[in-house]
């Protein structure tokens, strides 16, 4: 999977039909505004483990909404809209900023960017491929 909007060629991500909405790990959040309209900063790095390819973004927020983690703890959280790359199709969705340091996917894919056609084989694991051998590579043990 990639974020195109990012400049990220691959991110490991998880589909979690549980999940409404998609998030994405996100540190050192930080508000603002540009022209009167409300902004983020953020970093991702997207590989665990890893600062290879770590990099400042900066996007509009569309909303702020509480989100129940599977554990049942409530969280308030940046909305942002991107581009999802998904098995050579791309999707708009909407996505939370969350610290997921300690999870072994950097996204999750929820059900609303699922929507667009996309159905889910839960038998079956990286049907949309694995990161190219020397992606791998290049970024194992980097921290």
């Known amino acids: 999977m990639s974020l195109p ?11 979690d039909t549980g999940a409404r909405t998609s ?7 930080s508000e603002f505004e540009r ?11 997207p590989w665990q483990d890893s600062q290879e ?3 400042v973004v900066e996007c509009p927020i569309l909303d702020r909404r509480t989100v129940r983690s599977s554990s049942g703890h409530k969280q308030n959280r940046i909305v942002i809209e991107l581009m999802l790359r998904l098995v050579d199709r791309e999707v708009v969705a909407e996505v939370t900023l969350t610290n997921r340091d300690k999870m072994g996917f ?6 609303e960017a699922l929507r667009r056609g996309f159905v889910v084989d839960p038998a079956r694991s990286f049907l949309g491929g694995r990161a190219p051998h020397e992606t791998r590579r290049r970024n194992r043990g980097k921290a």
């Open 106 to 111: 950097r996204m999750l894919i929820g059900r």
């Open 5 to 15: 909007d990012l400049g990220v060629d691959w991110i490991k991500a998880k589909i």
């Open 23 to 29: 998030a994405l790990h996100a540190f050192e959040i």
């Open 53 to 55: 390819d770590a990099r």
């Open 35 to 45: 022209d009167g309209v409300p902004w983020v900063r953020f970093k991702i790095k």
